[in-house]
């Protein structure tokens, strides 16, 4: 499965953004699917996930109550609304897919990944 980002951007402290992730090539409805990020001089974290159905989304705790993960499986894309917005946000947001029946948080267990969308907070 090939995966696209789209909706990345820059926005002042307390914006929302929405990110895309477009699927091709298989359904996603086969998978659990993540956004992770990547800030400069970091490590890639987890920032959330959703089961395959979509009854089940996980959340890092730094993004809880502030992001919101959905998919639309017929559309075969993943979404990730960003509010309240922190300058900490700042990242390249990266979209992946876990196959196997996973489910959960487990950056190893995606093994799909796009090729990632800037998202850039201004204080």
């Known amino acids: 499965v090939q995966l696209i980002e789209s909706g990345g951007g820059l926005v002042q402290a307390g914006g929302s953004l929405r990110l895309s992730c477009a699927a091709s090539?298989?359904?996603?409805?086969?998978?659990?699917m993540g956004w992770f990020r990547q800030a400069p001089g970091k490590e890639r974290e987890t920032v959330a996930a959703?089961?395959?159905?979509?009854?089940?989304?996980y959340y890092s705790d730094s993004v809880k109550g502030r992001f919101t993960i959905s998919r639309d499986n017929a559309k075969n894309t993943v979404y990730l609304q960003m509010n309240s917005l922190k300058p900490d946000d700042t990242a390249i947001y990266y979209c992946a897919a876990a196959g196997g029946g996973y489910y959960g948080g487990q950056m190893s267990e995606y093994d799909h990944w796009g090729q990632g969308t800037q998202v850039t907070v201004s204080s």
């Open positions: 090539g298989r359904t996603i409805s086969d998978y659990a």
């Open positions: 959703i089961n395959y159905s979509g009854a089940r989304t």
